[in-house]
């Protein structure tokens, strides 16, 4: 139950709310401070990770695209741009319908460059876009049962 400051039951002088927060939050801020350095160093990665990764995800969705609109993938790239504090990621898919029109799929994002690690912001700050060329994936095969 809380009691009104002052009453007998919570005399005025026990305990400085204010002042212990003040403690708190400078100590909560510290922590917040050094958790955020640590998952960014935590959580660096790689060009290479991010064209592996990356890699599956595409294919992934291809197929699926492919699938459930009736269309056939043609080409596509996915770019990495350096752009100063941050770094774009930026994919480019073309397909064609079944009346052999052209559809173009396009989509980005923007990271912080502090994700990269420091060998990759270095080769990104130097060759400013990386492209990579994106394959038809292969298709998934139905699982076999066996008798």
């Known amino acids: 139950m809380l009691r009104e400051k002052g009453t007998p039951e919570y005399p005025e002088n026990d305990f400085d709310f204010e002042a212990h927060a003040r403690r708190l939050e400078a100590k909560f801020d510290k922590f917040s401070q050094g958790l955020e350095k640590m998952l960014q160093k935590a959580a660096q990665t790689s060009i290479e990770r991010i064209q592996r990764e990356y890699s599956k995800l595409i294919d992934k969705h291809i197929l699926e695209k492919e699938r459930a ?79």
């Open 69 to 147: 609109e009736n269309l056939t993938f043609v080409a596509g790239t996915f770019k990495i741009t350096w752009a100063c504090r941050t770094f774009i990621l930026k994919l480019e898919l073309y397909y064609k319908d079944s009346n052999n029109h052209w559809i173009k799929e396009e989509n980005s994002c923007g990271m912080a460059m502090e994700s990269l690690t420091e060998a990759s912001r270095k080769t990104l700050e130097e060759q400013k876009e990386l492209t990579y060329e994106i394959d038809p994936p292969a298709p998934k095969e139905p699982p076999t049962t066996e008798f």
